[in-house]
């Protein structure tokens, strides 16, 4: 079974029901470039598109069985198709992109990126943040980044970064400092701890993302800083009991009704805790919680789709709770979190692949949420993954598809 036979299948079942691709797309809710890279055998449906797609066409369950049979590792593809390209050719393609988009001012000189870079707006500080550590990882000199990030490190404040709201932004804070010590000298290890400090509060240590946030910036400034010592204990005690598995839900406060394990969550703790190790600083507490993260992620078939969750950030001196929503792109965070684990199932792996290729769009070289925006942090979240699977894990089965196609 291969991607070509579940597309072919796809495409018969449309014409059966004399259908549009744009109507199947809206009835089940995807983009349209998703539904047609599907039919022509680019990528594979998610298990969970794929049973959308069989619950649509009434299908009896046969859509998913093929795709999942054409996701094995005896499908030869191991379910990322190869199709001649490299991941050298989407990185320049998505270098290219992000140069392309970035903002200049009346003169000619960058200032930055937007959030979402399908609309037109002014640059932010958490986009810019997000797009030079893009940059970076695309490892091209697309750009000369020194006076985008002069301008980001002129914005800090009394309580680092504070993004579009005033007051303290740890998840700004947090990507803005990794940002500048990747990019540039401008800010010292040191400067970076300290602001990255006064951006927390109490009410950070209930939620999982600003934890595993700050640790991971944290940890890259200074292993061995009170800051990251204190940051690793309170995102292991962040955790929830579900049935004797300690695991990260979306949040820890005292009253929770039902909660459930998050696989973005704890994804996301599970990449700032290897981080810790990878610096030869973790403890034996630290290296049992990412067993049995890896483990639970390994097991879990849920599919890796994205999430969202929604912040209420205490504010100093009184002022109002500042109120952000977060989405969370939840496969590039599962491949980010297994790309060191020892003896990872191809299978689970190429599951994550695919989620994570069904967001591309190739035409523009970025990555699209499901609503069709293209948020900047999803294209970084996407490539920061793919460099992580290559390095650890070079087979011909888990390269991109060409670019160029």
Do not use: C
Request: proline share 5%.
């Amino acid at each position: 079974m291969t991607t070509e036979d579940v597309g072919a299948e796809l495409r018969r079942l449309r014409k059966a029901a004399g259908q549009t691709q744009a109507d199947v797309a809206r009835k089940v809710g995807v983009s349209r470039a998703n539904l047609t890279q599907w039919e022509t055998g680019r990528y594979l449906p998610s298990t969970e598109n794929a049973r959308l797609l069989d619950d649509h066409f009434r299908a009896a369950n046969a859509l998913v069985e093929m795709a999942e049979a054409a996701r094995s590792p005896a499908a030869g593809a191991g379910g990322a198709r190869t199709t001649g390209g490299s991941l050298l050719e989407v990185f320049r393609r998505v270098g290219t992109s992000l140069a392309e988009e970035l903002i200049r001012d009346g003169n000619g000189r960058p200032v930055g990126w937007r959030h979402n870079l399908q609309k037109r707006g002014a640059h932010t500080t958490l986009a810019t943040a997000y797009g030079i550590s893009a940059m970076v990882v695309v490892g091209e000199p697309y750009i000369d980044l020194h006076a985008v990030v002069e301008d980001l490190y002129a914005k800090r404040s009394d309580f680092g970064w504070r993004g579009r709201s005033e007051g303290r932004r740890p998840e700004v804070t947090a990507a803005v400092v990794g940002a500048l010590f990747q990019a540039s000298t401008v800010l010292t290890a040191g400067e970076g701890l300290d602001y990255l400090e006064r951006s927390l509060d109490d009410r950070s240590r209930t939620r999982p993302f600003l934890l595993a946030a700050a640790l991971r910036t944290a940890v890259r400034l200074g292993p061995d800083a009170p800051l990251t010592r204190r940051l690793t204990d309170d995102l292991l005690a962040a955790r929830l009991d579900f049935d004797g598995v300690p695991l990260w839900g979306e949040k820890k406060e005292e009253i929770l009704f039902s909660p459930e394990p998050s696989t973005a969550h704890t994804a996301r703790a599970l990449v700032a805790l290897r981080e810790l190790l990878r610096a030869g600083r973790g403890s034996d507490e630290v290296r049992e919680a990412v067993d049995v993260g890896t483990r639970w992620l390994i097991e879990r078939v849920h599919p890796d789709d994205g999430v969202s969750e929604d912040l209420a950030l205490a504010q100093p001196e009184g002022q109002p709770d500042v109120r952000v929503t977060i989405k969370h792109f939840t496969s590039a965070w599962v491949l980010q979190a297994l790309a060191e684990a020892p003896q990872v199932p191809v299978a689970r792996l190429s599951r994550a692949l695919n989620s994570l290729w069904e967001r591309y769009e190739p035409s523009r070289g970025l990555w699209a949420w499901g609503s069709g925006d293209l948020p900047i942090w999803m294209t970084l979240d996407a490539v920061t993954a793919l460099r992580a699977v290559a390095l650890a894990f070079p087979a011909p089965q888990f390269l991109p598809p060409s670019a160029a196609e």
